[in-house]
DNA sequence: AGGGGGATTTTGATTAGTCAAAATCATTAA
DNA sequence: TTAATGATTTTGACTAATCAAAATCCCCCT
């Protein structure tokens, strides 16, 4: 069995993957979202390098092998899961549980996973927007884009959320900004680097622009 | 915050502490109980008492010192809400939720205990008839008797089982000896080290002394 | 009193994961 | 081309938890 330590490095390697859309991942990147130093980060992953669950380019980065992004996948399906469940099930606000599910990843066995699934209907996103792979490790492909890119005027379903900082979320949470909720893009403007929201029945408000960029809309 | 194996130690110091009664628990016992050899558990004891969890009698044994009872009724609260939210919720058997709860305990935060408490009720006991500690960390004393110290043909009520074996506990269910359940012991063979027990609408069935010894009922 | 035996403790080693700091390398700037 | 800069890798050391096996201790029996 991989250890928690394993785990996380993997899930880890996986989420940068994505969002960085560089084939590597360098070390630094790697050793920070890890919080670690630069050099465990080397030394761990020459470790998973050598159980066939990453390939490694000294000096340039790593990349999850199959083997690997099964088992991330496998462990980013259970903290969704456990994520979504302790919304719908136990009513955690959706700002707390990515912390509590960071734990019950680790201590869920497949049984009680699928007895969860089961529980939420085979649910296809957790209650920040992300999709839940499948048991066979299936990412479901959305078509979403940043609010900053949507139409100004068209009003868009907000369906996903990129930041777990509970800070924000609960901001955005009181602005009624929450996955599933119709908004308009109101108002855009280059030189504020910022653009104006519209949530049905509030007044505008106006988001710089890298917190909108959090904010992913269905595409239309 | 105390690590994984030191909340399994002390949860074992307990348990050992309770149905052997003794004062001190002797090293051998923990070691086997914990499953390593028993110089770990010599030297995890040691550990123990210079944080002050235990007090470490060398060649004689440990014991709990107040805040690491404390600390222990704590990690067994979790386990025991875990085991009954598992098969009140999630629809597990009453055999298979001991080895599920033993990960689980390590992973479960303040706040999702206390809603899954909320949620079952503020329960008094798990599936298997333990009480759960409060928590403040009180445990509830019961009144019981072992199935072999029951009078002969009195009908009593089963309150708990004091063994995790999924065998053993498949084999109760299968035989209809459930907490809760009333039954009747209705012969006693002293020779044969046996007695036999009389469920609602089944056959008597006869139980060596050490399996009905593992079987408590309500005192009268 | 003297051994034996069984449990306990010690000692020395090992593994996973980590850090600090020195060494190395690649790329950019001059 | 060379030197500087910043990232990466290496090295050496540390902690928690563990085991194997040697050393120690306590109690009981003769």
Do not use: C
Request: aromatic content about 4%.
């Amino acid at each position: 069995m991989a250890s928690i330590t394993v785990e996380n490095y993997l899930k880890q390697l996986y989420l940068e993957q994505q969002n960085a859309a560089e084939e590597l991942v360098a070390m630094g990147k790697l050793a920070s979202a890890m919080g670690v130093v630069p050099g465990t980060a080397t030394s761990m992953v020459k470790a998973l390098a050598d159980s066939g669950l990453v390939s490694y380019e000294p000096r340039f980065g790593a990349r999850l092998t199959k083997g690997g992004e099964q088992l991330a996948l496998h462990v980013l399906r259970r903290h969704r899961l456990v994520e979504l469940f302790l919304v719908k099930v136990l009513g955690l606000d959706w700002s707390e549980v990515h912390d509590e599910a960071e734990e019950l990843e680790h201590a869920i066995s497949e049984k009680v996973l699928e007895r969860i699934d089961k529980l939420l209907g085979h649910p296809s996103v957790d209650p920040h927007g992300d999709p839940i792979p499948t048991a066979k490790g299936k990412v479901s492909e959305e078509r979403l884009v940043a609010l900053p890119e949507a139409e100004t005027g068209a009003r868009t379903k907000i369906a996903r959320v990129v930041d777990q900082d509970a800070r924000f979320l609960q901001f955005l949470d009181r602005a009624g900004l929450r996955p599933g909720v119709m908004v308009t893009v109101s108002a855009r403007d280059e030189n504020a680097d910022s653009i104006s929201v519209k949530v049905e029945g509030r007044a505008a408000l106006t988001l710089g622009t890298a917190a909108a960029m959090k904010i992913l809309v269905e595409a239309i």
